[in-house]
């Protein structure tokens, strides 16, 4: 394993130029341009909002400018995560010609998929901080935990992202299923609502590593307050168990992957 990182390091000047080739092949002919990187988290807090004032009117409690401010600290993160599964899940048979030609490490593209869409997620941010100043929402000494929580998605994210590449790989149908687990796990992971909201059932909702990063960030930007140390733990112990188990598996296969294409 300590190998495989070290030869992808070797390789760090070719995972910077696909992920700039990505990044330029995604926006150079494109109409809206760079606004394509905020539509899809403008999409989901639209709905969020939605959802939220369904809720309110449920609940005869107003909508507070507050609750937009949390959908958009949520939207924002689980954009990146399902933008970073869908073009992972593509990046290895989309570019067959440089698999089967040349050897290094094929785990290049699946992470030069994610950071392409964390590209995304940092122009995105900037959205997220006009929505914060117009809601009013102050700054805080919780804002330190921010990059923690953000490296802790990112890595549960390139972990399952190198895997879904693989087995997309052997399996030509896995891509339809990760459109079809997208779809539906927006509304079982606490991005529109908070996890609080189902009482006893939280914690089963919280099973979900991305749930516990995303209420975090939730507590740590709009509440100003520490996160759920047990379930940041939790989430952390996931995340690193996925990557690691995700590029073992990764460096198993990857001698058939030229056969199998």
């Avoid at 899809?40 to 609750?67: R, W």
């Avoid at 599964?85 to 030609?101: C, E």
Wanted: aromatic share 14%; proline share 4%; hydrophobic share 55%.
């Amino acid at each position: 394993m300590i190998e495989f990182f070290r030869e992808l390091n070797q390789h760090r000047d070719l995972l910077y130029m696909i992920t700039w080739r990505d990044i330029r092949i995604k926006y150079k002919q494109s109409v809206m341009g760079i606004m394509w990187a905020v539509l899809m988290p403008m999409l989901i807090t639209s709905a969020g909002v939605l959802v939220k004032y369904g809720l309110s009117l449920f609940s005869h409690k107003p909508l507070d400018v507050s609750d937009i401010a949390t959908v958009s600290v949520k939207a924002i993160p689980w954009a990146f995560f399902a933008a970073s599964l869908r073009f992972s899940t593509y990046s290895l048979i989309s570019n067959v010609s440089l698999v089967t030609k040349i050897y290094f490490p094929r785990a290049i593209f699946p992470i030069a998929a994610v950071l392409s869409q964390l590209f995304d997620f940092c122009i995105a941010s900037v959205l997220l901080i006009i929505i914060l100043g117009i809601a009013r929402i102050g700054l805080s000494a919780y804002l330190l935990w921010v990059p923690i929580l953000v490296g802790l998605l990112g890595l549960f994210t390139t972990g399952v992202s190198v895997l879904l590449s693989a087995a997309n790989l052997f399996y030509r149908d896995v891509k339809y299923l990760v459109e079809v687990f997208l779809t539906f796990a927006i509304f079982v992971t606490p991005v529109f609502y908070d996890a609080s909201l189902f009482g006893k059932w939280a914690n089963l909702l919280l099973l979900n590593p991305v749930a516990p990063i995303l209420e975090a960030l939730n507590s740590c930007v709009v509440l100003h307050k520490a996160p759920d140390i047990e379930w940041i733990s939790y989430a952390g112990g996931v995340s690193l168990f996925v990557f690691a188990f995700s590029f073992a598996i990764f460096r198993k296969v990857e001698p058939l992957f030229a056969e199998r294409i």
